[in-house]
Nanobody, 115 residues
Framework: QVRLVESGGGLVQAGESLTLSCAPSRRISTYNVMAWYRQAPGQQRELVASIISDYRTNYADSVKGRFTISRDNAKNTMTLQMNNLKPEDTAVYYC?????????WGQGTQVTVSS
């Protein structure tokens, strides 16, 4: 069983920043892949950014240059730094990890960006 706790969502204005954090129940080094997904109302869940065990990262085109994903083994935390937020970034953001081929999800945190 893997438990993921997200924090850091909120309401901001366009152009502002937010940092999302994900704290997993197991040691962060356990996970092959850690990622952030988001789901806007009426839309499918989409990958925002991912980071694998060797720290290589991948980003959706829509967030490249604005978002940064990182993992800190010492703090056992994964973060998503979101800069220059846009109204189209409004969604519920989910932390996800992959362990032995299985995906696990957090409960989600709401990010709302007003214009």
């Amino acid at each position: 069983q893997v438990r993921l706790v997200e924090s850091g969502g909120g309401l901001v204005q366009a152009g502002e920043s937010l940092t999302l954090s994900c704290a997993p129940s197991r040691r962060i080094s356990t996970y092959n892949v850690m990622a952030w997904y988001r789901q806007a109302p009426g839309q499918q869940r989409e990958l925002v950014a991912s980071i694998i065990s060797d720290y290589r990262t991948n980003y959706a085109d829509s967030v490249k240059g604005r978002f940064t994903i990182s993992r800190d083994n010492a703090k056992n935390t994964m973060t998503l730094q979101m800069n220059n937020l846009k109204p189209e970034d409004t969604a519920v953001y989910y932390c996800s990890v992959t362990l032995l081929g299985a995906n696990f999800w957090g409960q989600g945190t709401q990010v709302t960006v007003s214009s």
